[in-house]
């Protein structure tokens, strides 16, 4: 309320994972809500073209590559068809159930929903020009930037090609090409050309560093790697793209080896998947006194609160992890702030899941930041070659691996690679929120026959004493 006794009214400019949950969350505490975006629903890139319908193809994909493996177990399939105009729409009506969804949310809870692009003229005063084409200026005592990330573009590259694509244009499904060349060995290059290789295309990626996801740590990458390799035509890494010349129907590539070496390659698609970066052009921050970063992102301090005291930044346009889970979380938690309560942005682990075949997921430190941080660290690992479940589903190829002080025992950082790997990573944000030690995990009974028993018995291979591992293979965690 203010002073009063009014309610406090808030402008959210972006409806995606940062900014719906910040509208609902501040409507559920009683404030008079507008939310501003492009699209009539709530969603942004999240759901209406990143992280939901990507996750419906891959789950397509998986399908496929699940009955090409059932060979192993005695049962054979014709090779699969597919209607890919009847598979885009199954995809595009998973988008359609859950943003119309939000829509109800919305406006269950009175929350007014603006369509159109937003800009704030002075720190006081934002300006929504609507599809139509009129001018809007909602009024407002504080306002929310959750304006999200979009791609970024290789220099060089051509834009608007019509067989140049970003993560949109993949998504949007044209067509199965016959051969496929992903350019980053990211996040979304993998995810998109692992649902592209199920489909039948032959794909390549090229990654200009020496491994793929450079962030990831390398025994998680190892079984996707592995997969990958088998699954795309080729993997090129620490080669760069050195020219295209893009047509109507193919796109010409000119691929530079580290050695120095060229070859041309001929693709029916490029997809281009080399980062995102935060949405804060044309949006008035200068009017607004909202000062951004050297990157690009908003600066932003605990409580999310930016450079002008009126205006709270959240998501991807307010730093990495450019995550949705960490969007979603931040966001609340300005809300908070705005409600005038306490508030930090102070995760120990923000999880982070990649979403191929295998699944790869972390939180908390790595081993390399730990080995970079010169923290004494001890590390233990649980092949899933040791679990029950893991024979059962034929998918012996994963791990977990688990981090802990080496003077207390505190969890510190868990990373899985496996199927559900993303679901799994949730019990070790818990753990190390919850500052558990790996003794509080080898202690807690985990339900027999799951994959979540390989966080009890990885804990249990920290202690020294695992059920499943031999003695002379039993790692007892190292310094
Ligand atoms: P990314 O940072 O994950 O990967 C980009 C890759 O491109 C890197 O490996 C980089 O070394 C490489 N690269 C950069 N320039 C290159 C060039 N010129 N030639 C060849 N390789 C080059 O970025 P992304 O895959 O575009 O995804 C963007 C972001 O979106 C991610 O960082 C993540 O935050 C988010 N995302 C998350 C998920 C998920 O949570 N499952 C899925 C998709 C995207």
Redesign the pocket.
């Known amino acids: 309320m203010t002073a009063s006794g009014e309610a406090r009214r808030l402008a959210v400019v972006g409806a995606g994972p940062a900014g719906y949950p910040a509208a609902f969350y501040a409507a559920d505490l009683g404030m008079d809500v507008t939310l501003v975006d492009t699209r009539a629903d709530p969603g942004g890139v999240c759901l209406y073209c ?2 939901i319908p ?1 996750k419906a193809l891959l789950h397509a994909a998986g399908l496929i590559a699940e009955t090409r493996a059932a060979g192993a177990m005695g049962l054979s399939f014709a090779a699969p068809t597919v209607d890919l105009d009847a598979l885009r729409g199954w995809k595009d009506g998973v988008v359609r159930k859950l943003t119309g969804g939000l829509g109800q949310l919305r406006k269950g809870r009175k929350v007014r929903m603006l369509q159109g692009r937003a800009r704030f003229a002075s720190p006081s005063r934002l300006v929504v020009r609507t599809a139509e084409g009129k001018e809007e200026t909602p009024a407002f005592d504080v306002a929310l930037l959750a304006t999200g ?1 979009r ?2 573009q ?1 220099p060089g590259f051509p834009v608007d090609a019509p067989r140049v694509m970003d ?1 949109t244009g993949a998504l949007a499904l044209p067509d199965v090409p016959e051969r496929m060349l992903v ?9 998109l050309g692992t649902v592209y290789a199920a489909l039948g295309a032959r794909v390549s990626v ?4 020496p491994g ?4 990831a740590d390398r025994d998680l990458v190892a079984p996707v790697a592995r997969r990958a390799e088998a699954a795309f035509e080729s993997i090129l890494l620490e ?3 050195a020219g295209v010349r893009a047509g109507e129907s193919d796109v010409e590539v000119k691929l530079a080896g580290k050695d120095g070496g060229e070859r041309t390659e001929v693709y029916e698609r490029v997809l281009v ?4 970066r935060p949405n804060t052009a044309d949006l008035g921050l200068e009017a607004a006194g909202v000062a951004v970063d050297r990157r690009g992102f908003v600066q932003v301090d605990g409580a999310r609160r930016t450079t002008e005291p009126r205006i709270f930044a959240a998501g ?1 346009v307010a730093g ?5 889970h960490k969007a979603t979380h931040e966001a609340r938690l300005a809300v908070e702030a705005i409600a005038g309560r306490r508030a930090a942005f102070e995760p120990r682990a923000i999880p ?4 191929t075949d295998p699944e790869i997921a972390w939180c908390g430190l790595t081993e390399a930041e730990a080995k970079g941080s010169g923290r004494s660290v001890r590390v233990a690992r649980f092949p899933w070659s040791a679990s029950g479940r893991a024979l059962t589903l034929d998918r012996t190829e994963g791990l977990t691996k688990l981090l802990a002080d080496a003077d207390s025992g505190r969890v510190l950082g868990v990373g899985i690679s496996g199927p559900h790997a ?1 679901d799994l990573i949730a019990e070790g944000a818990l753990a190390i929120e919850m500052g558990a030690t790996v003794e509080d995990l080898a202690l807690t009974i985990h339900p027999h026959p799951t994959l979540s028993e390989t966080l009890m018995e990885a804990a249990e291979a920290y202690l020294g004493h695992c059920t499943h591992l031999a003695p002379a293979t039993r790692p007892t965690g190292r310094k």
């Open positions: 990143g992280c990507s990330s791609p970024v290789v993560s350019v980053g060995g990211g996040y979304i290059g993998l995810e090229v990654e200009m560093l793929l996801l450079p962030g080669t760069r793209v998947a080399v980062g995102r991807d990495e992890p450019m995550l949705a982070a899941v990649v979403f993303g």
